[in-house]
């Protein structure tokens, strides 16, 4: 019988977590920004949260466009068209893997410490005494930090794409040979800036905004102990790279499936 | 003066991102040709183009040697017209060559063979191939093949 009155508890409890993160979110964005002031915060969250990702981006981006020269040309060329691998490496990157791996780089290097940053502010009484001195830390600390998650990731994600395109081009074209002319022809036969590269653009603002969302949330809601605060940052890394994987196949689902 | 600096590598990071977008745009998804180095233009007609497209490969003997520019139709002769640029370093194809549509592998792109002439005159900008043999339709012949044609 303890184990149903248990459920049910933790049934309540994500029901009333997913109220409060909607409520949080709605407080934090709701009301007209002040330009001048909130401007410069922004601006300094986005340096933070952008900038300082662009490295493993970058990295990350190179590499993975290389793996996937590498393994398009060992498989197409079995059948002569390793020609080919332009448009799978553009298509793989701008399509799935830009967005995707973009967002849970993301939520590894900017979400995790979003959450932290939060979460020890909190812990440390500096939200309750913000509230004390009539600044209201939702529109201070929060908003800044949800814009800023929320307008890095399609940067980064567009910049990641170009990366490992590059990436894909330094191994198929200057190393393995492959004819560059089809190389970028067959990329941009097949490449439609609508239906590949905006819909790309598109996944990455869902993905910005869900990512951002779930870590300053967390922070927000966590225990203000040290405890509390390890387990809300483990907790937005999970719960945003399960979102991350489960909006991309519905919004999959909906741009490119044929129904 | 740290804002200052923050202002500036954001704004920066903003800047990566429109070009990113814009690298997407053009060059990924091929909203502007890309100009390519020394060349010069030969023209071919065909009677099939067949999956003949924009920036595919020109070769001779197997080595690359140009790519095509453009493809239109000749609408006097109903025929494909492509526009050809071959490397400037390669400047004596026998005017007597053939250009013939091939494709690489079974299920490859396709692109243009040069089958080299005995002509001791060579091809220079602006000339047309004489003689072309046009893409290999396996449907068309498997057609005329089982009408017994």
Do not use: H
Request: glycine share 12%; charged share 10%.
């Amino acid at each position: 019988m303890q184990w149903l009155i248990n459920l049910g508890g933790q049934g309540r409890e994500l029901i009333e977590s997913l109220g409060r993160s909607g409520q949080f979110l709605f407080g934090a964005l709701a009301g007209v920004p002040n330009i001048r002031v909130g401007f410069p915060l922004l601006v300094k969250q986005l340096y933070f949260v952008g900038v300082l990702s662009l490295a493993i981006i970058v990295v990350s981006g190179l590499f993975i466009g290389m793996v996937l020269g590498l393994q398009g040309y060992t498989i197409l060329s079995d059948y002569g068209s390793e020609a080919a691998i332009g448009q799978m490496i553009a298509l793989t990157l701008v399509r799935e893997l830009g967005p995707v791996v973009t967002a849970l780089l993301f939520a590894g290097r900017a979400g995790s410490a979003l959450t932290a940053e939060i979460g020890l502010m909190k812990a440390t009484e500096q939200l309750s005494s913000m509230e004390m001195m009539g600044v209201d830390p939702l529109r201070r600390v929060i908003a800044p930090r949800f814009w800023a998650g929320f307008l890095a990731m399609p940067v980064l994600a567009a910049i990641f794409s170009v990366v490992g395109i590059w990436g894909g081009m330094l191994v198929g074209v200057e190393w393995l040979g492959v004819f560059e002319g089809s190389f970028w022809g067959n990329m941009q036969s097949s490449v439609s800036f609508t239906s590949d590269v905006l819909n790309g653009v598109i996944k990455s603002v869902v993905f910005g905004f869900v990512c951002a969302w779930i870590a300053v949330y967390q922070g927000y809601d966590c225990v203000p102990t040290s405890a509390g605060i390890s387990s809300a940052t483990t907790k937005t890394v999970v719960f945003s790279s399960l979102a991350i994987l489960g909006l991309d196949f519905v919004l999959t689902a909906v741009m490119f499936g044929d129904f | 003066m740290a804002q200052r600096k923050a202002d500036l590598v954001v704004g920066l990071f903003m800047v990566a991102g429109i070009a990113a977008l814009l690298f997407l745009a053009l060059q990924v998804s091929g909203l502007t040709p890309k100009s390519s180095g020394e060349s010069y233009t030969l023209y071919a007609n065909f009677n099939d183009a067949g999956g003949l497209t924009r920036r595919a490969n020109v070769s001779m003997a197997g080595v690359t040697i140009g790519s095509i520019r453009d493809i239109t139709l000749n609408r006097e002769t109903f025929q494909a017209r492509v526009v050809i640029d071959v490397n400037s370093s390669i400047d004596n194809i026998p005017a007597d060559s053939a250009a013939v549509i091939r494709t690489s592998g079974l299920l490859g792109e396709q692109y243009i063979d040069v089958s080299v002439g005995g002509d001791t005159a060579s091809l220079s900008d602006g000339d047309t191939f004489y003689t072309t043999q046009s893409a290999m339709n396996l449907e068309r012949l498997i057609t005329n093949f089982a009408s017994g044609q």
